[in-house]
């Protein structure tokens, strides 16, 4: 059973920055952080495909925020950068099965593992 678990959720001004972490427990092709405010469906933030290094971001992500990852230790880094107050949300990690091997989903539904969450709230 695979295993999430994400930090670095924080508060900040409009214009900061925080970087959030996620490890998983074991290899996965496929992972992608989320985010989700009350009443509303969980949205892509950015998606990595392990295998070739290929990487999505959502248009408000485009240009603010990265991801990275550290091989060493499977954590997956989000750098969120410029910050907006719309950027408050709860942030997600996901991954899909060890055993996943199809083009990485853009979607929530596609993805089997999730981390707990970690807060982000962004003040004007």
């Known amino acids: 059973q695979m295993s999430l678990v994400e930090s670095g959720g924080d508060s900040a001004q409009a214009g900061g920055s925080l970087r959030l972490s996620c490890v998983v427990s074991?290899?996965?092709?496929?992972m992608a952080w989320f985010r989700q405010i009350p009443g509303k469906e969980r949205e892509e933030v950015a998606t990595?495909?392990?295998?070739?290094?290929?990487?999505y971001y959502a248009d408000f992500a485009k240009g603010r925020f990265a991801v990275s990852k550290d091989e060493a230790t499977i954590t997956f880094y989000l750098q969120m950068n410029d910050l907006k107050p719309d950027d408050t949300a709860m942030y997600y990690c996901?991954?899909?099965?060890?055993?996943?091997?199809?083009?990485?989903?853009?979607?929530?539904?596609?993805?089997?593992?999730w981390g707990q969450g970690t807060q982000v709230t962004v003040s004007s």
């Open positions: 074991q290899y996965t092709k496929c």
């Open positions: 996901a991954a899909v099965s060890r055993w996943f091997n199809s083009p990485c989903p853009r979607h929530a539904q596609g993805y089997t593992f």
């Open positions: 990595r495909d392990r295998d070739d290094g290929t990487t």
